[in-house]
């Protein structure tokens, strides 16, 4: 039987899970951290047998890591110390797609700043064709300087 897991911390590329069962097996943790490190996606670990965690560094997504350690028989997330919501759900579903942006562009570009530009590309566009009708094109700059001031 796998020991269940909980998440104790989450952003985008970095997951911490905890281990309650396995605390203080200097044998289980030092397995798990050479099994984790062999998969593509997983860029680093860090195992602390003392407090039970498993500190995963990836590039691919979190749903993609966990079946990659209930897969090599290491841990099960147990849904009872979770807490999913829709906002969380979202939250993860932008911090996995943050990343890849920022991959993409050799961390020149973030969400953040992709919608800044296209909401300031969309208020240069209405005024250059003088179009009152649509969005107003200082509502776009404003909600573009907006986004960009709180990511920065």
């Known amino acids: 039987m796998l020991p269940d897991a909980y998440l104790s911390h989450q952003t985008s590329g970095r997951i911490r899970v905890k281990i309650p069962s396995k605390k203080g097996d200097d044998s289980y943790f030092k397995n798990a951290n050479a099994l ?13 047998p003392l407090t039970g965690s498993i500190l995963i560094i ?13 897969t090599n028989k290491l841990f ?29 562009t050799g961390h020149e570009l973030d969400i953040s700043t992709l919608a800044f530009l296209i909401l300031l590309a969309a208020g240069l566009y209405q005024i250059s064709i003088g179009n ?3 969005i107003p094109w200082y509502t776009a700059i404003w909600y573009g300087m907006n986004i960009f001031l709180k990511g920065a």
């Open 132 to 134: 009152a009708a649509s």
């Open 36 to 48: 984790l490190q062999q998969h593509k996606g997983i860029d680093r670990t860090e195992v602390n």
């Open 76 to 104: 099960r997330l147990n849904g009872a110390n979770q807490t999913p919501t829709v906002a969380a759900g979202i939250k993860t579903t932008f911090n996995d797609f943050n990343t890849q942006v920022k991959r993409l």
């Open 58 to 70: 990836h590039s691919g997504n979190s749903t993609s890591v966990m079946k990659i350690a209930e």
